[in-house]
């Protein structure tokens, strides 16, 4: 059907904003958020405005946002994908942990330490609840927390932290990583 064939072309814009990202200049930020912006806006005419296609979209354009310093928008981005993946995969999802590690993230580009650290514990209270497999998550969820933890000179807590993370690490990608 034309739909499908249409939802094919969100997919390809989806996927070339991705590789545009790995670019990193600001000209290929600006043309992946437009690719991003397409993909939701082909999903959405397609009645497919709740996929978590669209929302996988929206957090690789808040990202994008983030990087730019567009902090309302990015953040607008992430409420919008955390609504469609807790429909579609429900309160606990990995996916949920992910965006709230991005909006941690989104606060602590802003150095809202005590919002950046509430938004890391979550994601790291998802992923420890989720089936194995989240490990390395749960380790970059440690490591933020450690950081924050720096800035807010809790030093204890943030070598603490920190030193659980680098453990993790070293569990899933040896002591030469």
Do not use: P, W
Request: charged share 25%; hydrophobic share 40%.
């Amino acid at each position: 059907t034309c739909g499908a064939a249409d939802l094919r072309v969100g997919d390809v814009m989806f996927e070339v904003g991705v590789l545009m990202c790995d670019q990193g200049s600001s000209d290929v930020s600006d043309k992946s958020i437009e690719c991003f912006t397409e993909m939701i806006r082909v999903y959405t005419e397609n009645g497919e405005a709740t996929h978590t296609n669209v929302a996988n979209a929206l957090i690789h354009k808040a990202t994008a946002l983030i990087d730019r310093s567009e902090y309302d928008e990015a953040g607008a981005a992430i409420d919008e994908a955390l609504k469609i993946y807790k429909s579609s995969l429900g309160n606990e999802a990995v996916e949920i942990g992910k965006a709230m590690l991005l909006y941690g993230t989104l606060h602590d580009a802003q150095n809202k330490n005590d919002d950046a650290m509430a938004a890391f514990n979550e994601a790291l209270d998802i992923f420890r609840d989720t089936s194995t497999g989240e490990e390395l998550n749960v380790s970059l969820a440690l490591s933020n927390i450690g950081i924050i933890h720096a800035r807010k000179a809790e030093f204890g807590e943030a070598v603490d932290k920190c030193k659980q993370a680098l453990e993790i690490r070293k569990m899933h990608e040896g002591s030469d990583h």
